[in-house]
């Protein structure tokens, strides 16, 4: 299926109550690409994001992986589909019954017939990978929170996925932890050459990996470029954005905020 | 009266949506009994989780109310001279009631509530978004072990109630109340049928059922934070110890 986009979202909407949080939106992400998602907090990243890996049922609208409708296939084929993605959580969502060597071996022993010496093989080189070698029988508990996000980064590629998503990699982190997160996604795109979706609020972070930056606003990726247009554009939404500044960011850029409104209020899938 | 009607109308419909999402998660699980990847290893864990680490509680509850059983029992009988019926009488209940509830509401508030609460943590911190993202339904994976687990050992639980309950009644009967011991074991199983017993045991089985399915649902749809998960782990142990006295009603009717 040459020339079909990796990812595709057709006029995606989601609601929650009557608070529009995504509204007929569209995107495209060819393979092999980074694209790095900005937008102010509240304005419904995650929830794109969480579309993507079908986590989240559209209102209205398609996702489709390698031309494939995620919704228009039973669920085992639906998890069938999610085999191809690799997803790294915020905080990492690391199993915490389970050592960092079992969550890393997790989708491994799910989703392979590998003996336990290729699974530990596996597991060291995906943690050799992030930096993290040795550690298999650490517990969770006992990580830092940049050391947990890259254990979340081993556990996503541990089944070498086409399709890489990270939901804010680096918030809260140090600068130095933060370069440290952004080696890891640069050379495990180097060395895997996946089609990657990041979310971020750090400009840095966002032009070291994208091949293009999307702005979300109003339910929709309102702005395309690559990181180079982006960074000089004079736009005054990317203007607000670039330079970290209030006052040039238009009024209607501004999340609506509704108490009891909120990602974490919908159904589970 | 419109304020009136809207009042009675939400918790109704709050209890249905409930109800029909217990039903849809309950389908959702008997489907994933029969799927592979089957999970013994860890159907085997919270069968210790369950079971064994519930023997100490049950075995206590059990004990003292056969104890209190024949105490009670012992005041009403001797009014009309039927002390020696003693036995049957806590044998009876044991077996066909007061075992399989109260095991049923004690591994409520040990074992559903502590479902509840793992998987509401897991909930708000995304392990189970996680779960899905890695192509695992979390319903088959989190589910099916806690209620294979659960159904299978409440009647083994329950047998244990069974066995202390009746040894609190004797030791009760016959050290305190000075009964004699061979009569007292002689009426204790002199109007026992196997009926008694078989009913108790699949009573059980459906406390098992319902108590894992309450804990597994409240703490898979937790929402929010702590307090999220604390609400859910009150409400597995409210929801489910009602779930279980008032299928012991109908229970009761379809079984005698």
Not at chain 1, 65 to 81: H, K, P, T, Y
Not at chain 1, 242 to 262: H, I, N
């Amino acid at each position: 299926m040459a020339g079909v986009p990796a990812i595709r979202l057709r006029g995606v909407t989601k609601a929650f109550g009557p608070k529009v949080v995504l509204d007929h939106l569209d995107l495209a992400v060819e393979k092999g690409e980074s694209l790095v998602l900005l937008g102010q907090s509240g304005i419904g990243k995650s929830v794109l994001l969480k579309h993507v890996v079908g986590l989240l049922k559209p209102d209205a609208g398609s996702v489709e992986i390698d031309g494939e409708d995620l919704w228009a296939v039973s669920a085992r084929e639906r998890d069938v589909l999610r085999r191809k993605f690799g997803m790294s959580f915020q905080e990492g969502a690391l199993f915490d019954s389970m050592s960092v060597g079992e969550n890393i071996a997790f989708p491994l022993v799910r989703h392979t017939k590998q003996t336990k010496k290729e699974i530990a093989d596996r597991v060291a080189e995906c943690l050799e990978l992030v930096r993290l070698p040795g550690t298999e029988d650490k517990r969770p508990s006992e990580l830092s929170g940049g050391m947990r996000r890259r254990v979340g980064f081993a556990r996503a590629i541990a089944l070498q996925p086409q399709i890489l998503l990270f939901d804010e990699p680096t918030t809260g982190l140090d600068p130095i932890t933060t370069d440290v997160l952004v080696r890891v996604i640069e050379e495990m795109r180097r060395k895997l050459n996946p089609t990657a979706i990041t979310i971020t609020h750090d400009l840095k972070v966002a032009f070291a990996i994208a091949d293009r930056v999307g702005l979300l606003a109003h339910g929709k990726i309102e702005i395309e470029m690559t990181p180079k247009e982006f960074e000089a554009s004079a736009d005054p939404r990317v203007a607000a954005f670039v330079k970290g500044d209030s006052e040039l960011s238009p009024p209607e850029l501004e999340p609506e905020r509704r108490p009891g409104v909120s990602p974490a209020a919908a159904p589970p899938v | 009266m419109k304020n009136v009607l809207e009042a009675i109308g939400r918790p109704v419909l709050r209890l249905l949506e409930g109800v029909g999402r217990f039903f849809e998660l309950l389908g959702q699980t008997i489907r994933g009994f029969f799927l592979p990847p089957y999970q013994i290893s860890m159907t085997a864990k919270q069968v210790v989780r369950v079971g064994v680490d519930s023997v100490p509680v049950v075995f206590l509850t059990a004990l003292f109310t056969g104890g209190v059983l024949a105490l009670q029992t012992f005041k009403g009988f001797q009014r009309f001279h039927a002390e020696g019926y003693i036995g049957s009488v806590v044998a009876l209940s044991m077996l066909r009631e007061l075992g399989p509830v109260l095991t049923g509401l004690m591994v409520t508030g040990r074992a559903g509530s502590a479902m509840a609460a793992e998987l509401g943590s897991m909930r708000v911190t995304e392990q189970i978004d996680a779960l899905v993202s890695l192509a695992t339904d979390p319903v088959q994976y989190l589910f099916v072990p806690r209620v294979l687990a659960s159904i299978i050992v409440a009647p083994m639980l329950v047998v244990l109630a069974d066995v202390t309950g009746i040894l609190g009644g004797y030791v009760v009967a016959v050290q305190y109340l000075g009964a004699n011991p061979v009569v007292y074991m002689n009426n204790t199983f002199q109007f026992l049928s196997m009926e008694d017993m078989t009913s108790g045991l699949i009573k059980a089985a459906v406390f098992g059922l319902l108590f894992s399915m309450i804990g597994c649902q409240t703490g898979y749809d937790t929402k929010g934070g702590a307090e999220g998960v604390g609400t859910s782990t009150t409400s597995a142990v409210v929801l489910g110890s009602l779930a279980i006295l008032i299928a012991d009603f109908f229970l009761t009717k379809v079984l005698f």
